[in-house]
């Protein structure tokens, strides 16, 4: 069973991370892509690459067509895309074609979480009360949670807080589930609505061999998506960790399981009761931390399990060392209720000297669509305590230089320095009990120091680029100076910026603030605004500044000199908050409807967004059709 060639049936950060692990031990890398990816990291640093056509990643047949044309021994799929499709490791061994993961009748029993459900019982494992019939929720009792019974990633997941809700929310769970899986089961369990979210990592061999490799406590999400993980947990013993280990063995043991896989649990901090919730049957998105507090490269085990290999350590041998954290750093806008954003990435840059792990899969200059997961990369700290893994974690956040794209950056540094993170608070409902600033709050101060730092630079650049006053000193005149202006928009409001140059080369402001720069080049610049002195990356694409400080990355727009007409707001109108696609529409032109009505739903990135009506009135105009395409901002509607 041994093999010398690998075909990643994925794409992104997880392909760039197979891909790593790959060329450590020998193994000749092969990626596929799709056009949309043509030009991705993961394409660039695979051995090489096969296309394939829109929508390959989910189409079996393309994928194995594309592993026996490179001469591929083995397909690791990854995780999400085809990674527990039964049906597809099945196809994979029969082609003869090594499957680098569990077995496909186990993919296929785990994956169907109502019949993993029903092993746990078995198996004397804890389970919430469930049913997969609606008229028998009133049994188990509000909040409930309706989830898709195949699949994860939190799609086809909805919080029911009453009965009103619990139609329409099982239609929209049942239509997500299908678009992402192609199955439209779901169940109800009971909503936990303070808890954590626990989950032990296994690893089996063919010789029934099954360790754990501790806890990963994933606690802090939203859309029910994890965004900060770490191993190992703040509020779980070493009593409760082996209880879950040898849960999570059992039920691993009983099923045969090989390869690494993941077992998930509630934990109830009150109570210190444990319930199973489902197993995943692949390569979890924040396996790094529990790499780096075990010293073992879990994708190394999945590929030497793989090729017949013996798992080479006891549990009693397992030792965890440390504190690990990972971010998921997302293109999306949590001030938007963190909905998906869209653009090119004109600075990806990671400061060399932040000790921190990134596995990503983007550089900058990449183009961030719809068609994908909107995750951008995971970052990875570790110290010896969780406290300084957790200031590790938000400073390299912090010193990287990012911008073009919103992201959730600036709202995970916030999560990360919150009194209630370090203190360990981080059940399930971390997010809105804390509620943590989602973007970056600048001082008056704060930003008079931005602007004047990109005015700044914007005049070195442009007199740089002139032929005549470049080779002049900078204080070097033959009158008085004029004057100089600059106008920047920053989140909807215009600053202008005044500031002249005195014969000693220093910079007056019209705040009467001054500044002295020490160096400048096209990457940035070393300036003293105000007796504060510092390095600043900046980086200009088009329009955009995009300006780094100690504290983050500020984005400004340059406003022309002459304002251009732009369209008016159409009173009543509602905009799509996102790009994406109209999957449902709920009214029609002449309808009334009320405040908190569902108007439309749009999907993006395989997930459904609700838009409702913010106040009572009536549908004046109707602008949208099922199926239509729209641009963030679009108008949608208009209710009068």
């Known amino acids: 069973m041994i093999f010398n060639s690998l075909l990643i049936a994925n794409r992104g950060e997880i392909a760039c991370r197979i891909i790593k692990t790959a060329k450590e031990m020998g193994i000749r890398s092969i990626a596929v892509y799709v ?214 063995v059992k039920l691993a043991k009983k099923i045969k399981y090989e390869s690494a896989g993941t077992v998930e649990f509630l934990f109830d901090d009150k109570t210190k009761e444990f319930w199973f919730l489902e197993v995943n049957t692949r390569l979890q998105v924040e396996h790094p ?70 596995d990503t899969g983007v550089t900058s200059g990449t183009k961030v669509g719809t068609d994908f997961d909107p995750m951008l990369a995971k970052v990875i700290s570790y110290a010896s305590n969780r406290t300084d893994a957790a200031m590790k974690l938000a400073k390299a956040l912090e010193s990287a230089h990012i911008g073009g794209v919103k992201t959730n950056r600036d709202f995970l540094i916030n999560c990360l320095k919150s009194k209630a993170y370090i203190d360990g608070d981080t059940t399930t409902d971390f997010i809105e009990r804390v509620n943590p600033d989602r973007k970056l709050i600048l001082s008056d101060h704060r930003l008079e120091h931005v602007l004047a730092i990109a005015a700044l630079w914007i005049q070195q650049e442009n007199r740089n680029a002139s032929q005549v006053s470049k080779f002049m000193p900078s204080g070097w005149t033959n009158g008085r100076l004029p004057n100089r202006k600059n106008i920047f928009e920053y989140e909807g409001n215009e600053y202008v910026v005044e500031y002249k140059q005195n014969r000693e080369g220093n910079f007056i402001f019209s705040s009467n603030k001054s500044a002295t720069i020490y160096s400048a080049d096209s990457n940035g610049m070393d300036v003293s605004f105000n007796n504060k002195r510092h390095y600043s990356r900046v980086t200009l694409s088009k329009n955009k500044i995009l300006v780094h400080m100690p504290y983050g990355d500020v984005m400004l727009d340059i406003k022309p000199r002459f304002v251009i007409p732009g369209m008016e707001v159409t009173a009543g109108g509602l905009v799509a908050p996102m790009p994406g696609k109209v999957i449902d529409v709920k009214v029609k032109k002449g309808k009334k409807v009320k405040a908190g009505d569902t108007l439309v739903i749009l999907e993006a990135m395989k997930m459904e967004h609700s838009i409702k009506a913010s106040e009572d009135g009536i549908v004046s105009e109707l602008l949208i059709s099922l199926n239509d395409q729209v641009e963030n901002g679009a108008l949608l509607m208009v209710v009068k």
């Open 35 to 248: 056009d949309a990816d043509k030009d991705a990291l993961f394409v660039e640093q695979a051995d090489e690459s096969v296309r394939l056509e829109d929508g390959g990643y989910l189409d079996g047949n393309q994928i194995i067509n594309a592993a026996k044309e490179a001469g591929a021994q083995a397909i690791h799929p990854g995780y999400g895309f085809l990674s527990e499709n039964a049906s597809f490791a099945r196809k994979v061994k029969k082609e003869g074609i090594i499957w680098v993961g569990p077995s496909a009748n186990v993919i296929s029993v785990m994956g169907d979480k109502l019949k993993a459900k029903d092993l746990a019982i078995k198996a004397n494992v804890p389970t919430l009360p469930m049913t997969s019939k609606p008229a028998e929720a009133k049994n188990i009792g509000y909040p409930l949670l309706i989830k898709a019974a195949a699949g994860g990633g939190g799609k086809g997941m909805r919080i029911v807080n009453s009965q009103k809700d619990l139609k329409e929310s099982i239609t929209s769970a049942q239509r997500e589930a299908k678009n992402g899986f192609n199955d439209e089961r779901i169940f109800i369990e009971r909503y936990v609505e303070k808890s954590r979210h626990i989950e032990i990592q296994i690893l089996g061999d063919k010789d029934g061999n099954v360790i754990h490799l501790g806890e990963r406590e994933c606690s802090i999400q939203r859309r029910h998506q994890k965004i900060i993980e770490e191993s190992p947990s703040p509020r779980i013993s070493k009593e409760i960790r082996n209880q879950m280990g040898e849960a999570a």
């Open 289 to 358: 931390v529990t790499e780096e507090v075990t010293g073992i490269d879990l994708v190394s085990e999945q590929l030497k399990i793989a090729r017949g290999e013996s798992i080479k350590f006891t549990q009693e041998e397992i030792e965890w060392n440390g504190w690990s954290i990972e971010a998921r750093l997302y293109a999306e806008d949590p001030d938007n209720d963190f909905l998906p954003a869209i653009g090119t990435l004109i600075a990806f840059e990671q400061d060399d000297t932040a000790e921190a792990r990134w």
